[in-house]
Structure formats: structure tokens, C-alpha cells
């Protein structure tokens, strides 16, 4: 997360405390997501999606109820990550 942090500072296209979306597959999924880690380093909501995240011909795009094989899964969500002061 510290990386993509320090490229997401260096863009020169962020301002601090803007929200920010991932449309990385599953980065808002497990016991410590890296959307988490975003969110505490920027100090930033983030959203991110649970489960594999797809771009449709038709332009539309989220989070998939399949996984990489095409077979049928849980459906994900886009799951929101407020900052959390480190321990």
C-alpha cells in the first residue's frame, strides 16, 4: 500500500483526503485488504471491490459473481474503508 500511495502522491492529480476508488480485483477482500492499508496511509476513504472486478463490452463495469475460470461464486460488493489510526 505504501507504494501505491507514493505514486498516487506523486500523480500531482490528488488532493489530500480525496476519496479514492481501486478497480483492482479483490483488493477489498480478506482479513487485511490493501484498500484498508490505502485508506490508513492517505488517511482517505477508499472503496474497493471483494471479488474479481470486470469491464463489460457495453462500458459498464464492477465487481462479478464468477471467478477466474468463468465459474459461478459469491457476488462481490464495492466495500468502503474509512482510515484506522495504526497500533
Given at each position: 500500500a505504501g507504494q501505491l500511495a507514493e505514486r498516487i502522491l506523486a500523480s500531482g492529480?490528488?488532493?489530500?483526503?480525496?476519496?479514492?476508488?481501486?478497480?483492482?480485483?479483490?483488493?477489498g477482500a480478506g482479513q487485511t485488504p490493501i484498500a484498508q492499508e490505502l485508506a490508513n496511509v492517505l488517511e482517505a476513504s477508499v472503496s474497493a471491490p471483494t471479488t474479481f472486478y470486470y469491464y463489460n463490452l457495453d462500458g459498464s463495469a464492477g465487481?462479478?459473481?464468477?471467478?477466474?475460470?468463468?465459474?459461478?461464486?459469491?457476488p462481490g460488493t464495492m466495500k468502503h474503508f474509512e482510515p484506522r489510526s495504526q497500533p
Amino acid at each position: 500500500a505504501g507504494q501505491l500511495a507514493e505514486r498516487i502522491l506523486a500523480s500531482g492529480q490528488y488532493t489530500p483526503k480525496m476519496p479514492i476508488e481501486l478497480r483492482s480485483c479483490n483488493t477489498g477482500a480478506g482479513q487485511t485488504p490493501i484498500a484498508q492499508e490505502l485508506a490508513n496511509v492517505l488517511e482517505a476513504s477508499v472503496s474497493a471491490p471483494t471479488t474479481f472486478y470486470y469491464y463489460n463490452l457495453d462500458g459498464s463495469a464492477g465487481p462479478k459473481n464468477i471467478d477466474w475460470l468463468g465459474r459461478p461464486s459469491t457476488p462481490g460488493t464495492m466495500k468502503h474503508f474509512e482510515p484506522r489510526s495504526q497500533p
